[in-house]
Nanobody, 128 residues
Framework: QVQLVESGGGSVQPGGSLRLSCGTS????????MAWFRQAPGKEREGVAALSTGNGITFYADSVKGRFTISQADAKDTLYLQMNSLKPEDSAVYYC?????????????????????WGQGTQVTVSS
């Protein structure tokens, strides 16, 4: 079993920054697939960014490219999402996801079914 615990959410003004953290109960190399998803009220859960922890390849949704950065801690026990230039449309509950299956490719990273473990979510609100 893999446990994921998100933190770092909060309220910020447009243009501001937040860094989300996802603490893992196993080393990230045990979960080759790791990702951040988000879900706004009345909308489907969508993939934001993903990381193949073995080779460091990253994937981003078009809506966050150039603004968000996914990374893992040197200690291999935490996943991060650095969010800059935040917009009101980034407001959502953000979830950390992981899976023990081999790494990611193509557009599969955006599928919720590609991940078997999920955190409880952390709220991000971008508002003036």
């Amino acid at each position: 079993q893999v446990q994921l615990v998100e933190s770092g959410g909060g309220s910020v003004q447009p243009g501001g920054s937040l860094r989300l953290s996802c603490g893992t109960s196993v080393y990230t190399y045990s979960t080759p697939r790791m990702a951040w998803f988000r879900q706004a009220p009345g909308k489907e859960r969508e993939g934001v960014a993903a990381l193949s922890t073995g080779n460091g390849i990253t994937f981003y949704a078009d809506s966050v490219k150039g603004r968000f950065t996914i990374s893992q801690a040197d200690a291999k026990d935490t996943l991060y999402l650095q969010m800059n230039s935040l917009k009101p449309e980034d407001s959502a509950v953000y979830y950390c996801a992981a899976d023990r299956r081999p790494g990611l490719s193509g557009s599969s990273w955006m599928l919720a079914g590609a991940y078997g473990y999920w955190g409880q979510g952390t709220q991000v609100t971008v508002s003036s």
